[in-house]
């Protein structure tokens, strides 16, 4: 086998493989004669631990993603690969531009994680191919992921809350029980929340607010550049493929990671509204977004220190300051 990992720390959050757990993984897939003779690390994730697996015999590679270890998850976290399989069907609208699930193991015999074997997308990360264009056509580019989320959007849920649950009746009671587990993962790190419990209080004390989202509808969790593939050829940017949509959830759509990062800066990403549409500017759903701020600012405040940087995690307070200032 040529095995080819990511040389990281023996403390980093993503854990390789060992070229025996491939081996097992790709039989239990495929079948006893399966034999890989490649395995090659992919970056760009920060959460799971991705290869693409070349098979003796197959012209194809395919994808295999593995989830960390339960016990370095996040409750506010917890089985994000299970949520991503559980959102297959209502992902459905995006049609081929979603890998297919060849097969999903979470006995947890092999290695003791989740894994999830996906079909290969075509094309080429759009992190490393969009700066090969001028910047004149990035719009474009920013137009597609508007549709797609439009496309993910229209679709809705059973539910409020992850798509593979905890479901909640209402949406007040899935933004409380979120910034509420975001803030239990932070208090249990050693770090302060008392600022993100604040915005839990003010949330349930404000839930009518909330509560005027009654339709629960799919939200990407956090679709932006990094999970789009795009063309290798073509002469603008054309995405061909989304990926790592393990965070999606049923709620209100101006909750979605998209929204906040198409929002975030006036430039090329302006055109995404082109294609999703127009956005309330009411009180009611600003007062919304900025309770939806700070749900994502606990959540970069988990991510960083995950990732060991501190300075980054201490910046997150400022921020969230700055919300419940205008919150209260």
């Known amino acids: 086998m040529d095995l080819r990992p990511i040389p990281r720390d023996p403390h980093a959050f993503q854990q390789p493989l060992t070229g025996e757990d491939l081996q097992n ?4 897939a495929f079948g006893e004669a399966a034999h890989v003779a490649a395995a090659v690390e992919l970056g760009g994730g920060m959460y799971n631990t991705t290869y693409r697996i070349t098979l003796d015999g197959v012209g194809e590679p395919v994808i295999l993603r593995v989830a960390p270890a339960p016990v ?20 459905a609208t995006l049609g081929d531009l979603m890998p297919r699930v060849l097969f999903a193991d979470w006995s947890q015999e092999i290695a003791g994680r989740d894994w999830m074997v996906q079909s290969h997308l075509s094309g080429v990360p759009a992190p490393e191919r969009l700066g090969d264009y001028a910047r004149g056509l990035w719009p ?7 549709e797609i989320t439009a496309r993910v959007h ?3 849920g059973p539910h409020f809350g992850p798509v593979a649950g905890p479901g909640h009746d209402t949406w007040s009671a899935a933004v409380v029980a ?10 249990r790190l050693g770090l302060d929340a008392a600022d993100l419990r604040k915005v839990a209080d003010i949330a349930g004390d404000h839930r009518d607010v909330l509560d005027e989202i009654t339709e629960p509808c799919l939200l990407t969790g956090d679709l932006w550049t990094v999970n789009t593939m795009l063309d290798r050829h073509s002469p603008e940017p054309l995405i061909t493929g ?27 990403r302006t055109a995404f509204w082109d294609t999703y549409g127009p956005r309330s500017h009411s009180p009611a759903a600003t007062w919304r977004s900025l309770v939806y701020e700070a749900r994502h600012l606990g959540a970069i405040r988990l991510e960083r220190h995950r990732m060991h940087n501190t300075d980054g995690v201490r910046d997150t307070y400022p921020l969230v300051a700055a919300v419940l200032a205008e919150l209260t």
């Not at 910034?179 to 208090?187: E, K, W």
Request: hydrophobic share 45%; aromatic share 10%.
């Open 242 to 268: 989304v990926l790592d949509l393990d965070r999606t959830l049923f709620g209100d759509p101006d909750a979605d990671w998209t929204i906040r990062m198409a929002t975030a800066k006036q430039d090329e």
């Open 178 to 187: 979120s910034l509420t587990a975001i803030a239990d993962d932070v208090s």
């Open 25 to 28: 993984i790709a039989r239990r």
């Open 154 to 156: 229209a679709v809705r």
């Open 140 to 146: 474009g580019f920013f137009a597609q992921i508007g």
């Open 72 to 91: 370095r998850q996040f409750a506010s976290e917890h089985e994000l690969m299970r949520n991503e399989y559980a959102s297959v069907p209502y992902l």
